[in-house]
Nanobody, 130 residues
Framework: QVQLVESGGGSVQAGGSLRLSCAAFGYITSNDCTGWVRQAPGKEREGVAGFYAGSGTTYYADSVKGRFTISQDYAKNTLYLQMNSLKPEDTAMYYC???????????????????????WGQGTQVTVSS
């Protein structure tokens, strides 16, 4: 049974930083696609950042490029999202998601179609005030 557990959300003022963590239980793979997806109230889910372990390729939504960094600690089986220069429009529920069987191309596609991820965490709230 695969389980993803997020932590690190909270409230911060605009311009501040947060780091989200996602601990994975139940599976270990060196060739998987993992990512962060967010959903603000009344809006559709948005792929924020993705990481394809097989090639080490990272993917980012245009709205977060240069501000967010996705990384993975294989020893701890944990995925991270470092968020800097936060803006009020970054306010959302952030979900960790994974697909152990996606190809590199499919992983890229998850950014525009995040429903393709197979496993999801419970979400962690990020609130940015102006």
């Amino acid at each position: 049974q695969v389980q993803l557990v997020e932590s690190g959300g909270g409230s911060v003022q605009a311009g501040g930083s947060l780091r989200l963590s996602c601990a994975a239980f139940g599976y270990i793979t060196s060739n998987d696609c993992t990512g962060w997806v967010r959903q603000a109230p009344g809006k559709e889910r948005e792929g924020v950042a993705g990481f394809y372990a097989g090639s080490g390729t990272t993917y980012y939504a245009d709205s977060v490029k240069g501000r967010f960094t996705i990384s993975q600690d294989y020893a701890k089986n944990t995925l991270y999202l470092q968020m800097n220069s936060l803006k009020p429009e970054d306010t959302a529920m952030y979900y960790c998601a994974a697909d152990p069987w996606a190809t590199d191309t499919q992983c890229s596609a998850r950014m525009s179609e995040p429903s393709g991820f197979r496993y999801w965490g419970q979400g962690t709230q990020v609130t940015v005030s102006s």
